[in-house]
């Protein structure tokens, strides 16, 4: 489609305050190095800087490249930042002798991040590792945070799906269970991550678990994972704290989930509705990685939601310079 027509729908559909996704103008992306207390954070920023801002906090074991397909799609209204973690994507990954891989650890160079590029408040858009990033923040700043949007990003015991139940013998006993990151690291553990039990295979780009794989393949990478799956044990205690906390701050939420996803079950998403009983929660036909299978529905309900509760950008739509 050329440019100027694709920008022609674009400002048609504005123009009519539509919450449907608008088609895709890729000059909207840059990408960013940072250095937050010596370790190189790589991210992505789309849409202009004016706007209100939506951190999107990505997932295991993928990176902010997972949001490629969303960006675009957002980025003529809100300022978009998706930076991938220490020890993933394009960021720096330093050994566990320079760096602790913590969630707490995590947040708090995201939260670094955030400092750096003078960004007081957002919206939280948390998949899967991100629920754990994200909340650590929230509970760490929750002036800053708008709005929580959820996509598989567990916070409830009910959530949890049978693997976990091999993982918990890891953390009770990491030496005597290495299989478990022998799986957590696989290239069939990645593949299935994304595949779950969708009856739609043929939806699925094998590029997203075979790039997967090679970054877990790097050298290192092994024990790095083994230590933040060892630390997530830490999330599940603090399963009762995260909702405890949303109790006592109801914050507009949606709650969407990839009923295909075996890791983090649908249960998991209900559950949201006890502590944030406004929530907007929508079980999608899609996976744990609910872009590979539903952009589309992904872009319309998370629009439609912001539209409803976050001001949009009084900016003419740009990419940052």
Request: glycine content about 6%; proline content about 9%; charged content about 20%.
């Given at each position: ?23 895709s103008v890729s000059a909207t992306t840059s990408y960013h190095r940072a250095e937050i207390n010596g370790v190189g ?281």
């Amino acid at each position: 489609m050329p440019t100027q027509t694709v920008l022609a729908a674009a400002a048609l559909a504005l123009a009519h305050g539509s919450p449907q996704p608008l088609p895709s103008v890729s000059a909207t992306t840059s990408y960013h190095r940072a250095e937050i207390n010596g370790v190189g954070v790589f991210y992505r920023e789309a849409g202009p800087r004016a706007a209100p801002t939506i951190l999107l906090l990505h997932g295991y074991p993928s990176s902010s490249r997972q949001w490629d397909p969303l960006l675009p799609l957002l980025a003529d209204r809100y300022h978009l930042i998706a930076p991938d973690y220490p020890g993933f994507g394009h960021s720096d990954a330093p050994s566990p002798e320079q760096y602790s891989y913590t969630f707490d650890n995590i947040a708090a160079t995201i939260e670094g991040l955030i400092a750096h590029l003078g960004i007081e408040r957002y919206t939280l858009f948390m998949q899967d590792y991100g629920g754990p990033v994200g909340f650590r923040m929230a509970l760490a700043h929750p002036e800053r945070v708008r709005a929580l949007i959820v996509q598989n990003a567990n916070a409830y015991a009910e959530g949890l799906g049978p693997k976990w139940q091999g993982i918990a013998k890891f953390w009770a006993d990491p030496a005597t269970h290495p299989e478990q990151v022998d799986a957590f690291t696989s290239l069939e553990g990645a593949k299935q991550r994304h595949l779950g039990t969708s009856p739609n295979p043929e939806r699925y780009n094998p590029d997203t678990w075979a790039d997967e794989y090679a970054n877990l393949s790097r050298p290192g990478e092994r024990v790095i994972q083994a230590a933040l799956l060892y630390d997530y044990r830490t999330n599940v205690a603090s399963y009762p704290v995260w909702q405890e906390w949303m109790r006592g701050h109801p914050l507009p939420t949606l709650v969407l989930w990839g009923r295909y996803d075996p890791s983090f079950l649908v249960p998991g998403a209900e559950a949201y509705r006890r502590d944030m009983q406004t929530a907007e929660l929508h079980i999608l036909d899609a996976g744990h990685f609910a872009l590979d299978e539903a952009t589309d529905e992904v872009a319309r309900l998370t629009r439609d939601f912001l539209a409803r509760h976050i001001e949009t950008a009084k900016a003419p739509a740009s990419a940052p310079q």
